[in-house]
């Protein structure tokens, strides 16, 4: 159906989806009233309301992605309606419009999806979407160990007890905080506490990475986690965290839309003769932002290979390796020339890792 057109013979359904409650506006293709019910949010509700319709192979069904996960689309779909999930920041939103209800945004939906004007994001199966779980939750251990190890380090500090022998956080450094002693025993039993969950977090870490380890060789990311881990800076668990959110590369038709969904292009306000581009947009996916940003920073020095990176590239097709290593001289000298120029080495970073994105996207889609 051409973007724009009406199709008289579907019947389109807008969900506004809640914990605990759905409004569901359903607009008949043949005329403009729209009728608006509220449901409770349970299999029970949703399948009374979808066997309320005749011809369930009419209905064209769509909700905001968001909390709720995406078991209503599983659900909808397996009981024979087509359901899409709505990137939330692609929704066309009028300027003037200030009242937001659920029974206007149901409405809203609605219309939207019958004018064709929705973007609809792809929905993992079961299997993706747990070991991309698995994956945010290793994340959110790692931020939980950071701000443990900080707590650490910081009460340390205050108390004039400063660690100069080498990097921090290695068996070196692990022996000088065992040893430290206060003989104040309120002092003391305050670092032992955060040097304890210090310690839990690190194991926390490290039982999660294990179980992912698993997941490497497994037949639906074993591919696309060798091929990633191919370039400078992606190890395996970094492949495997891009290919678990992003899933199916080839939704998008071009390098510059996977960058936009990254969110590492410049927002941008052109008009007439004037045109201003700012910073990132930031919009898209925060994790896979995330991770392309950490990897970069690896192209900061001079391009080689080193055992790591070759034991990776063991096995693969040469022009994957002849890819990777083109994309390691072109960024590695990207990040020099840009360093010299620029201030600020996180804009350096945030460059690379714009390109580096669209290498990954012309790898995965090759």
């Known amino acids: 159906m051409a973007k724009g057109t009406r199709n008289t013979a579907l019947t389109y359904v807008g969900l506004d989806v809640h914990r605990d409650t759905i409004s569901a506006a359903v607009l008949d293709g043949s005329h403009d009233r729209i009728e608006v019910q509220r449901l409770a949010h349970d299999d029970v509700s949703v399948r009374r309301f979808v066997d309320s319709f005749g011809d369930r ?28 999930v709505i990137a939330p920041s692609m929704i066309p939103v009028a300027p003037g419009d200030k009242v937001k209800t659920d029974k206007r945004d149901a409405k809203r939906l609605a219309r939207l999806l019958r004018a064709d004007e929705l973007v609809a994001i792809r929905v993992p199966i079961p299997a993706e ?57 309120a002092l003391s039993a305050t670092y032992q506490r955060y040097l304890a969950v210090a310690t839990i977090r690190a194991a926390d870490v490290a039982a999660v990475e294990d179980e992912l380890d698993v997941w490497f060789r497994a037949p639906i990311f074993a591919d696309p986690v060798a091929r990633l881990s191919a370039y400078r800076g992606i190890d395996r668990l970094g492949a495997l965290h891009l290919a678990t959110e992003v899933c199916d590369w080839r939704r998008f038709a071009t390098a510059p839309q996977f960058m936009a969904f990254c969110g590492l292009v410049p927002c941008e306000h052109s008009s007439g003769r004037r045109e201003w581009r700012g910073s990132l947009t930031r919009a898209g996916n925060v994790h896979v932002r995330t991770q392309l940003v950490e990897s970069a920073w690896a192209y900061r020095y001079p ?64």
């Not at 192979?57 to 689309?73: D, F, H, K, V, W």
């Not at 991309?132 to 004039?160: E, I, K, P, T």
């Not at 790591?308 to 390691?328: F, H, M, S, Y």
Request: proline letters at 2%; glycine letters at 6%; one cysteine or more.
């Open 129 to 185: 979407e747990a070991v991309r779980d698995l994956c945010r939750a290793r994340a959110a251990l790692v931020a939980d160990r950071r701000r443990a190890r900080q707590r650490v380090v910081s009460f340390l500090l205050r108390h004039g007890q400063v660690y100069r022998a080498g990097s921090s956080w290695t068996q070196r450094h692990r022996e000088w905080l065992d040893s430290r002693r206060f003989d104040d025993a």
């Open 303 to 366: 391009p080689r290979c080193n055992r790591a990176l070759i034991a990776r590239q063991d096995g693969l097709e040469p022009a994957v390796i002849a890819r990777a290593w083109k994309a390691q001289l072109r960024l590695s000298r990207r990040f020099r020339q840009l360093d010299a120029r620029k201030a600020v080495r996180g804009v350096v970073c945030a460059a690379v890792a714009r390109e580096l994105a669209g290498f990954v996207w012309t790898e995965m889609t090759q």
């Open 57 to 84: 192979a009419r209905i064209r069904a769509c909700y905001e992605a968001g909390p709720t996960g995406y078991e209503l689309q599983r659900l909808l779909t397996s009981l024979g309606v087509s359901c899409s």
